[in-house]
């Protein structure tokens, strides 16, 4: 029986937002947490927490106590592009489809909703429904979250980000770039996944090679989409990297060459995990998917 | 012999001062940590790292291990300044004697550096040096922390720091806003002192009641300086609650009546720890330092 990504991920998606709703009081929410959850339940494609369901099926495991750590990866994602969108950084206006939370709310809650986003990631990882996890693997979650999230991470990748406006990177540059600001989190996806799946250490250790091979795919689609993508779809304005005279992939190699590029990452991502049985197919349809999306 | 409190706290601030500097490498650091630092070493007063090592003092206990977390809490703490001095918030142009983080460097930087501070805070929570503490202990050290500084917490108190703006409260909701704003953090300190130095239930019980006493009275002096202090001391502009229409207990009661609400919070905290012995005279000292306080 041929694997259906599509219900795959609509299945997934489904169960993820049910938990994140879950985390939010029913009724009577203050307007901090309205923000939060604009952004949060805005339709996210839930990429990183799939993946991290995913490594723990490819794995083997399928335990209770994931998707904790799986909503608290998308947390701290969303916190992250309220940020980027904020006046003082990109200041995007669309994001998801709808307008970003600095123009549907205030500049001074989206600030706040960023941080409260990133530090309920955190409580996140500390609440009951996670106790089924031993005490030792949720510190090590936690450590791993912030690493990649943190100003060795994520945030050094924005900060690089940054200072590339206007710069002319090379294709090195652009990559060690990318492998902190969208690669970091995606790797840390996948390492939390098999960590709590019960993965072996050369098992956890295919899976980040995995990780950081979709990662750096998932980027080069990003670029190309700001070329050639249509907005509707996408949920957010097009043609801004070259407005904004950003270093990208299409700008460097050209359409043709990103897109070869892209498909080689994802062959080094498929060979990292051939020695998995078909529990990885989600992962193996995943990498696919990354790769032909229209959004 | 009496107890020296100008002693106790300039060596505290020193051990504080050097585990920050420590968590950072000694050279070529990039931007993001240049800006990360030059917030954590403005020479602060160290107040929550400081309360959170006394209580631990209080209950007996002068573990190992503890210094993380009390560096995690000036972290935090100082992520909130960075984040409340923004444009899109308070639009503070000096603290802590200079240039607020957004004008010495840029809008984009402060913002991630403020970021940065709050992840790094929970990585600092699971590093090595931690290892003293077990883990189901550090895990509600997490907790405690992301409890205080989140959605519930600090940032609750933050979101109606600013409706507030304009607004005249009642005592009551003044106190709200504050038990959340300034309260959250330092209750939290002093139960991450007691917990870690193995305080008993009831200790940890009375150590967060006076850390809700004193953190009245703190942001109740902290209002009268914005009235009264000397901005070259408190090395930020004065008056500015006033000009911002904002409600401060000078406000609403007038100095004098103001000043006797804080002595009285001071005496309700120093009440709730009258069983301790003589460990505790740092905390007391401390709560009359809070209220003698000229920055």
């Known amino acids: 029986m041929l694997f259906d990504l599509n219900q795959y991920l609509t299945a997934k998606q489904r169960q993820i937002n049910q938990a994140l709703i879950a985390l939010f009081p029913k009724e009577g929410s203050p307007r901090i947490v309205q923000a939060m959850q604009y952004s949060l339940m805005a339709g996210g494609k839930r990429v990183r927490p799939i993946l991290c369901l995913a490594a723990a099926e490819a794995v083997g495991g399928n335990p209770e106590g994931l998707i ?16 980027d969108d904020l006046p003082g950084m990109d200041n995007d206006e669309m994001r998801r489809g709808q307008p970003t939370l600095h ?14 986003l990133l530090t ?12 089924a996890l031993p005490d ?14 943190g100003h060795r991470g994520m945030i050094e990748g924005q900060m690089r980000d940054l200072a590339a406006e206007g710069q002319a990177l090379d294709l090195t540059e ?27 250490p050369n098992q956890i250790e295919a899976l980040e090679n995995f990780g950081e091979n979709i990662g750096l795919a998932f980027q080069i689609v990003d670029d190309i989409l700001n070329v050639v993508g249509d907005p509707d779809i996408i949920g957010k304005a097009t043609g801004t990297d070259a407005s904004r005279q950003k270093s990208t992939y299409p700008a460097l190699l050209g359409l ?8 080689e990452s994802i062959e080094r991502a ?5 020695a998995f049985d078909r529990h990885a197919d989600p992962l193996r349809a995943l990498a696919a998917y990354i790769i032909e999306r229209k959004r």
Do not use: W
């Open 68 to 83: 904790g750590p799986a909503c608290a990866l998308e947390m701290i994602h969303t916190y992250s592009l309220i940020h």
């Open 103 to 116: 123009v549907a709310f205030d500049e001074a809650t989206a600030i706040l909703a960023g941080d409260a």
């Open 120 to 131: 309920f990631a955190f409580e996140t990882l500390t609440t009951e429904s996670n106790h």
């Open 136 to 149: 030792p693997v949720r510190l090590r979650v936690v450590q791993a979250l912030a690493r990649a999230a």
């Open 174 to 200: 652009l990559k060690a770039l990318h492998s902190k600001k969208t690669g970091a989190l995606i790797k840390c996806a996948l390492y939390i996944g098999a960590l709590i799946g019960g993965g072996k």
């Open 256 to 263: 043709d060459q990103s897109r070869a590029m892209a498909r």
């Open 270 to 274: 498929l060979q990292a995990i051939t």
